[in-house]
């Protein structure tokens, strides 16, 4: 079956760093989301992207739909302590179930 | 918007009892979707509903579980019996269509002693 592989699974920086993480899938897919949880809540929508090679930016979060629809990445510039969380991806493919990446969980140090 | 509503929020019941989860989704959303998240296991998809006819039910674990969607504002999730390993927090999702983002509720976290 379709797997999203996530990296890094952890990561602890400081604040004022920036952040990169990505997602990698053995099929191709037509829609990329990254989404964030915080503990006790269900993950909020960031970014989604729509075409192959799009670049999308929120704030100080961007991401990319890869070329070859295989993958993904989320930056986070400048973090903040705010920024600390478990940062999914996930894909969906003309089946239209949505797979979900292993997570990345972010801490941030003031 | 209220967003997904689900409860209840945590739930903790003895092995071999009946449990039944309850979620409503954003009003005018079509697709709902039920997800298990574990630590080994990650989110997974357990089933989805549009317009409220239950689309793939594959990612349900066993006959133990299963899933209703009676009208558009309400779905309802039952284990029976519950066993530990049950012990998850399950979300509900809802979208305007399944091609759209999933907006989460808060997830009921169930534990089975």
């Known amino acids: 079956g379709q797997q999203l592989n996530q990296s890094p699974q952890s990561m602890f920086i400081q604040e004022g760093e920036d952040v990169s993480m990505n997602c990698t899938s053995s099929?191709?897919?037509?829609?990329w989301l990254w989404y964030k949880q915080d503990p006790g809540e269900g993950p909020v929508l960031l970014i989604a992207?729509?075409?192959?090679?799009e670049l999308t930016s929120n704030g100080r979060l961007t991401a990319q739909f890869g070329i070859t629809r295989k993958d993904s990445f989320l930056n986070i510039s400048a973090s903040i302590p705010s920024d600390v969380g478990i940062y999914f991806c996930?894909?969906?493919?003309?089946?239209?179930?949505?797979?979900f990446g292993q997570g990345t969980t972010l801490q941030v140090k003031p | 918007d209220a967003g997904v509503i689900q409860s209840p929020r945590h739930e903790v019941t003895e092995m071999g009892q009946e449990v039944t989860l309850r979620c409503k989704p954003i009003?005018?959303?079509?697709?709902l979707f039920w997800y298990r998240q574990t630590m080994m296991r990650g989110l997974e998809l357990l089933i989805y509903?549009?317009?409220?006819?239950?689309?793939?039910d594959s990612g349900m674990p066993e006959d133990r579980f299963s899933a209703k969607m009676p009208n558009a504002s309400f779905s309802t999730l039952k284990i029976q019996p519950s066993e530990p390993r049950d012990s998850a927090v399950y979300f509900c999702?809802?979208?305007?269509?399944?091609?759209?983002?999933?907006?989460f509720g808060n997830g009921t976290r169930l534990t089975v002693t």
């Open positions: 999702a809802s979208s305007p269509n399944r091609d759209s983002p999933l907006h």
């Open positions: 099929s191709i897919f037509n829609t």
């Open positions: 992207l729509y075409k192959a090679g």
């Open positions: 996930a894909g969906s493919s003309n089946t239209g179930k949505l797979i």
């Open positions: 009003s005018g959303h079509n697709s």
């Open positions: 509903f549009n317009n409220n006819v239950p689309i793939d």
